[in-house]
C-alpha cells in the first residue's frame, strides 16, 4: 500500500513538472550586444587582423579570429623581467 502511494505521488509529480511552462525569450531578447573592443596595452606591439570570422561551434557561437605582426619575439619582449 506504501509503495501505490509512493509510486502515486513520483506520477503527479512528474506530470505537474511538465506542465509548467517555461517562458520563450521574445526576438531580439537572446542577442548579446556587440562587445566593445577592449583597450589594447601600451606594450603590445602594432599587429594586423587577418581574420575575423563568426560561427558555430558545436551549437555554440564563436568567433575566430588571427593577427600578424612584423615584431620577433626577441623584439616583443620588451622590459619586463
Do not use: H, W
Not at 19 to 35: C, H
Amino acid at each position: 500500500m506504501t509503495m501505490r502511494v509512493l509510486l502515486v505521488l513520483v506520477v503527479l509529480v512528474t506530470f505537474y513538472g511538465c506542465g509548467q511552462s517555461i517562458p520563450t525569450p521574445t526576438q531580439g531578447e537572446n542577442e548579446a550586444p556587440e562587445p566593445s573592443r577592449p583597450e589594447v596595452p601600451a606594450d603590445v606591439p602594432a599587429y594586423e587582423v587577418t581574420k575575423d570570422e563568426q560561427g558555430t561551434l558545436q551549437g555554440l557561437r564563436v568567433r575566430d579570429m588571427a593577427a600578424s605582426t612584423d615584431v620577433t619575439s626577441e623584439e616583443g619582449r620588451g622590459t619586463a623581467g
